[in-house]
């Protein structure tokens, strides 16, 4: 019995292991570019990765903007902009070869890599100055968000006020042109009348003589 639970714990490590390694993809460094122990910028940096040199690939979080790698001992994140992966005999962008999408977590990943670092045990200073930073900018691009939306907003009513005052602008004129159009045709119109009477008057006079009624 002793013997099968043995041989079924190597078979269990053994799986284990392949597992492991199948998970990880030879790559390599485009330019000098410096290894950090997290996924961003902010993070301390391990190493500097000198361009062309071979390293391993471990996975990248989702989109694949970084990804953790191994390079000569020394772990860390590199961002996916500097890597090229084997993929099919050939170097192609991470993205292309498509390694395990992960996760980063500053409490288990940097216990198992960096306790001998001078940093490591300001990594509770690094872990909320990093999530500081991501807040800030977050706010940052919440508020210029905002701010284009506002631009835009004004843009538009600037626009509708614009389009609301020419349309009456456009509406008095009519108004004006129609009310001066019928003032011209009522004087017109008076003045017919008037030369009509005249004449008529006129036209009576001769019939009937000045001053002499016509009966």
């Known amino acids: 019995m002793f013997g099968a639970?043995?041989?079924?714990?190597?078979?269990?490590?053994?799986?284990?292991?392949?597992?492991?390694?199948?998970?990880?993809?030879?790559?390599?460094?485009?330019?000098?570019?410096?290894?950090?122990?997290?996924?961003?910028?902010?993070?301390?940096?391990?190493?500097?990765?000198?361009?062309?040199?071979?390293?391993?690939?471990?996975?990248?979080?989702?989109?694949?903007?970084?990804?953790d790698v191994t390079w000569r001992g020394n772990r860390g994140w590199v961002s996916s902009h500097y890597l090229e992966a084997r993929y099919q005999s050939r170097r192609v962008r991470v993205v292309v070869a498509a390694p395990p999408i992960i996760s980063f977590n500053i409490g288990s990943y940097w216990p198992r890599y960096y306790t001998h670092r001078s940093w490591y045990h300001s990594m509770g200073r690094w872990n909320s100055g990093v999530r500081h930073h991501r807040d800030h900018r977050r706010e940052v691009t919440r508020h210029r968000a905002d701010h284009r939306r506002d631009v835009v907003?004004?843009?538009?009513?600037?626009?509708?006020?614009?389009?609301?005052?020419?349309?009456?602008?456009?509406?008095?004129?009519?108004?004006?042109?129609?009310?001066?159009?019928?003032?011209?045709?009522?004087?017109?119109?008076?003045?017919?009348?008037?030369?009509?009477?005249?004449?008529?008057?006129?036209?009576?006079?001769?019939?009937?003589?000045?001053?002499?009624?016509?009966?």
């Not at 390694?21 to 410096?34: K, S, Y």
């Not at 500097?48 to 989702?62: D, P």
């Open 5 to 67: 639970l043995r041989a079924v714990g190597i078979a269990v490590l053994v799986s284990i292991g392949f597992a492991t390694a199948a998970w990880a993809a030879p790559g390599f460094a485009t330019a000098n570019v410096n290894l950090r122990a997290g996924p961003g910028t902010d993070y301390p940096v391990v190493t500097t990765l000198v361009a062309g040199s071979s390293l391993t690939i471990h996975g990248c979080l989702s989109g694949y903007s970084w990804c």
């Open 153 to 215: 907003r004004h843009r538009t009513d600037h626009r509708r006020d614009v389009v609301r005052q020419q349309r009456q602008h456009h509406r008095t004129a009519v108004r004006h042109q129609r009310q001066h159009h019928r003032a011209a045709v009522r004087h017109q119109r008076q003045q017919h009348r008037a030369v009509t009477r005249h004449r008529n008057n006129s036209a009576h006079s001769r019939r009937c003589g000045f001053g002499n009624a016509c009966r």
